[in-house]
């Protein structure tokens, strides 16, 4: 496994893959690696002759100074991790090389990018969207693997590879979850013992609005998760809703030919975790 943090370098090992007629199958990350970045590589290894992973804790897409602060960084344990995976190189440049120019582009994504994580964390899609697009010149991935668990974002890459005819094909991993429920992520590290127990129940409030959808309908089994959230008082949430996934737009009704996830978000311990159930 090769560690590249300078640019020319990962392109020179991309020019002999493409050369060699091997295709590139590609995961960025943000390091504090977890089973959940874990399952991503994995399947890109199944599907793609090389794997390449992407460290990097991209500021722009933070649009708040204390969470890129605390932001866990356990690089040297990411690559301890990534040893006994099938991938080929690891991409870990220097904040301050990879941007050696701030970038001036700002990204506007439109509908998909206008509703909860767009609303609540202004700038954040044209931040992912800058770096993605940017890692995506460098890598030449045939496949890139992304997460359900950020749906929102998932819909905005499809959304900029559409639009900016990326030639990669975009694969939605399922949400790698703890024996709790409790979906993976890297913010987990932050939460004390009792603050993961309660996370684990913004799992359980989106099992019970897809239990009750039918029945009740979509409004109203949103509703009765957040009930059962709000009972708890060191939970904060941001939102609780039923999405289409293709557009993140709100939805109250089921249309058979839509893709729906009840989403939400929440503070624990001041740590924002989001999640979703897609049905
Ligand atoms: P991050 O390092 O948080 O930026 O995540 C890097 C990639 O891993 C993104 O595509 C995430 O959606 C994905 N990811 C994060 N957590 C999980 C999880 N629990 N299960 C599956 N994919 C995940």
């Not at 439109?110 to 460098?138: I, Q, Y």
């Not at 890297?186 to 897809?210: D, M, P, T, V």
């Not at 249309?255 to 311990?269: G, P």
Request: net charge neutral; hydrophobic share 45%; with cysteine.
């Amino acid at each position: 496994m090769e560690i590249v943090s300078q640019k020319e370098i990962l392109k020179t090992h991309v020019r002999t893959w493409k050369g060699m007629g091997k295709t590139i199958g590609f995961v960025p990350t943000m390091g504090a690696l977890h089973q959940g970045h874990i399952s991503l590589i994995r399947e890109a290894a199944r599907q793609c002759d090389v794997v390449v992973v992407s460290i990097f804790v991209n500021a722009l897409q933070f649009n708040n100074a204390d969470d890129l602060e605390k932001y866990p960084r356990t690089l040297k344990s990411d690559l301890k991790l990534l040893q006994s995976e099938k991938v080929a190189l690891v991409f870990t440049p220097e904040n301050d090389v990879f941007y050696a120019r701030r970038p001036q582009v700002t990204l506007n994504f439109g509908p998909v990018g206008e509703e909860f994580e767009g609303k609540l964390r202004p700038g954040h899609f044209s931040g992912v969207g800058v770096v993605v697009s940017r890692l995506f010149h460098l890598v030449q991935p045939d496949k890139a693997f992304f997460g359900a668990k950020d749906l929102q974002q998932m819909a905005i890459i499809q959304t900029l590879v559409r639009d900016l005819e990326f030639d990669v094909e975009i694969v939605r991993c399922p949400t790698h979850r703890e024996d709790s429920g409790l979906a993976m992520s890297s913010r987990n590290a932050l939460l004390s013992k009792e603050g993961r127990h309660l996370a684990a129940l913004l799992f359980e409030s989106l099992k019970l609005a897809s239990e009750m959808r039918t029945s009740m309908g979509l409004p109203a089994s949103a509703s009765v998760a957040r009930a059962f959230l709000v009972k708890h008082p060191d939970i904060s949430i941001e939102y609780i809703n039923w999405v289409d996934t293709t557009t993140m737009q709100p939805v109250e009704k089921n249309d058979s030919n839509q893709e729906i996830a009840i989403c939400v978000a929440a503070r624990i311990e001041g740590v924002r975790l989001i999640d979703n159930l897609i049905v």
